[in-house]
Structure formats: C-alpha cells, structure tokens
C-alpha cells in the first residue's frame, strides 16, 4: 500500500505545469521614444535660435545702457572735481571782499580830506593793490555797473531815483562792488537805479471871468 501512494504523489508531480514568470519592465521611460520628424526638428531648432537671438539683443541693449551711465557718470564726476577746484576759494574770498571795502573806503575818506597823512594813504593803497593782485589770481573779478542797464543776475537795486543824465532803468551809483568768480556770481552789486523824470506840472485851475 505505500509503495503505491508514492507512485501516485509522483505523478501528480509530473502533470503539474509550472507557469512562466513575467518581470515587467523595471522604469517605463527606458521605453524609445518615436524618432522626431525633419520638419519637427528644424522647428525646434529654429525657435531656440530665435529665443538665443532674442537674448543675446537683451543683453547687447543692456551693455549699451551700462556703457552710457558709465559715461555719463564720468563726465558728471570730471565736472563735479572741476567746480571743486576752482570754487573751493569762495568762502575765503567773499571773506576777504570785506578787507577789500573797508580798504576802499579808506582811500576814498582820505582823498577827501587832504589833512589825513599822505604816508598811511598810500600805505592802504598798496595793501589794496597787493589783494586785488591775490584776487585775480584766483580768477576774481569786479562787476562792472556804473552806467550799464540794471541787470537782477548781477545788481541788487538799493533804491531809485530821477536821473536825466541816464535812460530809466540803468545803474547810476554804487553802493557796494560786486564781484565774480570764474562765471560764478561771488556776491551781488548794490546799485541805484535810474528812472524817468516825472515831466507832468500841476495846472492852474482857470477862473471864471464871466458876471
């Protein structure tokens, strides 16, 4: 009886039908993609050229912004170091225009009363002289007013008054000297001005000589 069993358990062994094993594909992108046509492919190739052109003409345009702004800030600092040099002077020297008015004024009293000795008057001339040489050398210059039309730029009008040896509106005395710095107003004049003679008299009234 055993021996027959056994017999039996090897043949359901040989009918057994074992079945294969499929492995799918370990990652589905190793799958070929299907091959780009020729009118695809110049396509593609034709919109990255645009899109390279179109950034290549961005940054050409940017280039040429930074080139101008560096030139123009160039320019800017070569003219702001200019003005710094010739007008770093300014504060001193409108300063010493003071020395120079109180100088003049000296003169001026003492060429009026000749009792003032002649010694100490040109002692103050030659001082005067020598800071008016300091002055132009530092390119200061004196505003030229008697005579010429008030001008708001360079006159400050202290006053008018009737004058007909002047056309109205023209400078006929002044008061303080004006000066210049390069092209640069250092201080105003101070200057009358002219105006037109008021020519209109009063007139009688007529009387009435009828009864």
């Known amino acids: 009886m055993a021996q027959k069993k056994k017999i039996v358990i090897e043949e359901e062994n040989e009918n057994t039908v074992q079945e294969p094993t499929s492995t799918p594909p370990e990652n589905e992108g190793d799958l070929e993609a299907p091959p780009m046509s020729v009118d695809d492919a110049v396509k593609d190739l034709e919109e990255k050229l645009a899109a390279a052109q179109a950034e290549a003409g ?52 003492a060429s009026a009363d000749g009792k003032n000795d002649q010694s100490v008057v040109d002692g103050v001339v030659l001082t005067l002289a020598e800071i008016t040489k300091i002055l132009e050398k530092h390119h200061v210059r004196p505003i030229e007013a008697m005579g010429e039309p008030f001008d708001p730029t360079f006159h400050q009008a ?46 009688e009234k007529s009387v009435d000589t009828k009864a």
């Open 58 to 109: 961005e940054n050409h345009d940017r280039m040429l912004r930074m080139a101008a702004e560096y030139d123009n800030y160039k320019k800017r600092t070569a003219r702001e170091l200019e003005d710094l040099k010739k007008y770093a002077t300014e504060n001193l020297i409108r300063q010493l225009l003071n020395v120079v008015d109180n100088l003049e004024r000296a003169i001026a009293s």
């Open 158 to 203: 202290m006053c008018q008054e009737e004058n007909d040896d002047y056309p109205p509106n023209t400078v006929v005395q002044e008061f303080q000297k004006g000066y210049l710095i390069h092209d640069r107003l250092l201080r105003p004049t101070m200057v009358v001005v002219s105006k037109a003679v008021n020519s209109e008299q009063p007139t």
